[in-house]
């Protein structure tokens, strides 16, 4: 109107949407399901699996001959011919046929294991099943018994050995960048050849993807401190079949969901729900040097008074707290983001639009600077926040000299003196002078108290 007083000009700022890749996770089974391979099956409770779980094969025949049974399923098994598979035999008389066997795949109704000793002829045929299943299975009740507010994916690669396995993994990763933070990996992936050079792909800092394995006493020692993607668990001697311990962890890790009510915990002595605690008596040397080796097993809290089984130790191959990674991952993700979401409200902002010169650079850190104190608030980095604006090799030389102990420092070289060291730079619409010093917060290990007791009489 013409003879309007005030005119209000508006502007929408779109704040980012939470990144969700550190709560996601995916429990990997070949064969377990009826799902093509590469399918993702998001499960929200136990009861989600039911519905997807490959079925189990009548056998209509089975013989012995020179140590190797062959079976004859009453119809196809839909298991891929020449393939080698754990195969799990119930029902048989005589029951010397049943149990966990590995299987090659003859014929589309045929397969065959090899069994020692002749325990005759089968007078009752049973069923057969993938061994892959009643893994599926106990990791996702397991999984579940932590509690029912985190869900999981579960990952199909394919009926197979485990090189094919591994290869279909890797290929899944390849084509979907950035989709699951954590992999639950099954039981005879262990110390393989093929699974340890996978692991050598991601040990970058910023690879943010890892791998929660059970391993044995005899293969732990295949893995090596470099695997900072790897967080290994040995199983107690007398866990049931029906346990994944390792899925107990991979929920923990998965449940952390920071923000400034809901902070980040240590993962080391974690409380987790219905999985067996490795056996403390006679086995002091063993699990110290499953500690040495940064191996996790699940222990009790009886050191405390507390009944309670917990998580020994938490870390990745590395020797760090799977904390320390995981803080890394959170401000590597959540800076990057919070800095794209500023260029972009900034090129959509016309009241206040966002330019490559000093006011804009001011801008970008103080952005950043408001996630590193997010970091500390949601207990996942330690140090005092502070801003400085200096040269990069000025602000080098001081993180070298220890000036900046106890801060998190965010640095951003101020623009004329970042165009004069890099002329190129400024035509291109590139600026690198945001730099952080960044220590990620951990929890207690190993606390010494000395106690100093004396005979003194007054």
């Known amino acids: ?82 393939d080698v598979i754990p195969v799990t035999i119930a029902g048989v008389t005589p029951t010397a046929y049943n149990g966990n066997v590995t299987a090659t795949v003859t014929g589309t109704s045929t397969f065959t294991y090899p069994l020692g000793g002749s325990p005759g002829s089968v007078t009752v045929q049973g069923t057969a099943i993938l061994g892959a299943v009643a893994e599926l299975v106990s990791m996702a009740t397991t999984f579940f018994a932590q509690g029912s ?73 295949n893995y090596t401190t470099l695997m900072k993607c790897a967080l290994t668990t040995v199983q107690a001697p007398l866990a049931p079949a029906t346990e994944f311990t390792a899925a107990a962890q991979f929920w923990v890790t998965l449940n952390y969901n920071p923000s400034s009510t809901n ?66 991952d959170w401000a590597q ?3 990057g983001q919070a800095l794209a979401n500023a260029v972009i409200n900034g090129s959509n902002n016309s009241l206040n639009p966002l330019y490559y010169n000093q006011q804009g650079i001011n801008v970008l850190q103080d952005v950043a600077t408001a996630q590193v104190t997010n970091a500390v608030t949601y207990g996942l980095a330690n140090g005092t926040v502070t801003q400085v604006e200096l040269p990069v090799a000025d602000f080098t030389a001081n993180l070298q000299a220890g000036l900046y102990l106890g801060q998190l420092v965010v640095n951003a070289e101020p623009f004329l003196i970042y165009s004069g060291e890099n002329p190129n730079d400024y035509a291109i619409g590139k600026y690198a002078g945001l730099a952080c010093v960044y220590t990620p917060l951990r929890g207690f290990e190993q606390i010494l108290f000395n106690l100093n007791v004396t005979n003194f009489i007054a």
């Open 149 to 221: 507010n985190v869900p999981v994916y579960v990952l199909e690669l394919g009926e197979g050995i485990v090189s094919a396995g591994v290869t279909a993994l890797s290929s899944f990763i390849t084509a979907n960048p950035a989709l699951i933070y954590s992999y639950l990996v099954p039981r005879e992936w262990d110390a393989a050849a093929s699974f340890l050079t996978l692991l050598g792909a991601f040990n970058t800092t910023t690879s943010k993807t890892y791998f929660h394995i059970t391993t044995t006493l005899g293969t732990y020692s």
């Open 1 to 82: 109107m013409a003879n309007q007083i005030v005119t209000v000009n508006v502007t929408q700022t779109v704040a980012a949407a939470p990144s969700a890749l550190l709560r996601t996770g995916a429990l990997i089974t070949q064969g377990g399901t009826t799902t093509a391979s590469g399918t993702l099956t998001l499960l929200t409770q136990l009861s989600d699996l039911t519905p997807v779980l490959a079925t189990t094969k009548s056998i209509s025949s089975m013989s012995l001959s020179g140590g190797v049974v062959t079976v004859t399923t009453t119809s196809p098994h839909g298991w891929t011919n020449a």
């Open 333 to 335: 993700i959540n800076i």
């Open 263 to 328: 902070r980040v915990t240590p993962l080391a002595f974690s409380y987790v729900q219905a999985v067996t605690a490795y056996p403390q008596k006679g086995n002091a040397a063993t699990l110290t040097a499953l500690k040495a080796a940064n191996v996790g097993y699940i222990g009790t809290g009886a050191e405390g008074g507390i009944s309670n089984t917990v998580l020994f130790w938490g870390h990745t191959m590395d020797g760090n707290p799977f904390n320390y990674w995981y803080s890394v």
